[in-house]
């Protein structure tokens, strides 16, 4: 566990649908009508009423964040946003995945929410560099924080080792663990 102001911050190896808190983030794609990796995941363990909910929203722009309950799962809320596709690069997904980690911590706050778990999004199908994105999640989060309001918990679950050790890595540089 590492804290930054009055955030806790924690790093857990396994799968986000599992996740007790309040609200899980779902790396989505613009439709939000489901599709393979983190988001297939969470609607196959949430259940048909989050593909209800997201229709009715009726989709999101990359870099935003909308909310739907969580259904079957054991978290209340799922946050979903929508990552940016990467390229080379060049065509500004920094500031679209920043924007994706950061609208969805304001979003939770709106929500008055006090844990949220994040996955690596966009690192999967749409190709983000790990390390780099591992880098902006934490600058994004960080940032609101300092900005915005705290949030008392946030975690980072990763879906493999390799991953973990990224952001335990990370952490440890940017941090000293508690
Ligand atoms: P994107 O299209 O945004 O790249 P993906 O779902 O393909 O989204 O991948 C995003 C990240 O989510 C990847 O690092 C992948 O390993 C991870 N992932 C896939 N399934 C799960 C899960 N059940 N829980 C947590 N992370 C997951």
Do not use: W
């Amino acid at each position: 566990m590492y804290e930054y102001g009055d955030t806790k911050l924690h790093i857990v190896e396994g799968d986000i649908t599992k996740m007790e808190v309040d609200a899980i983030v779902n790396a989505a794609n613009n439709t939000l009508l489901g599709g393979g990796g983190v988001d297939g995941a969470i609607h196959r363990a949430g259940g048909p009423i989050i593909l209800e909910q997201c229709k009715k929203i009726g989709g999101c722009p990359t870099g935003e964040a909308r909310i739907t309950t969580a259904g079957n799962m054991p978290s209340k809320y799922v946050i979903h946003t929508v990552g940016p596709i990467y390229k080379d690069g060049t065509k500004g997904e920094d500031k679209l995945l920043y924007n994706a980690y950061y609208n969805s911590m304001k979003l939770a706050k709106e929500y008055k929410l006090k844990t949220v778990a994040f996955p690596s999004i966009s690192t999967g199908a749409y190709g983000y560099p790990k390390e780099e994105a591992s880098k902006i999640a934490l600058r994004a989060v960080m940032d609101f924080i300092d900005e915005e309001d705290y949030i008392e918990e946030v975690y980072f679950v990763l879906f493999n080792h390799k991953d973990y050790e990224l952001y335990e890595e990370l952490l440890n540089q940017t941090f000293k663990e508690q």
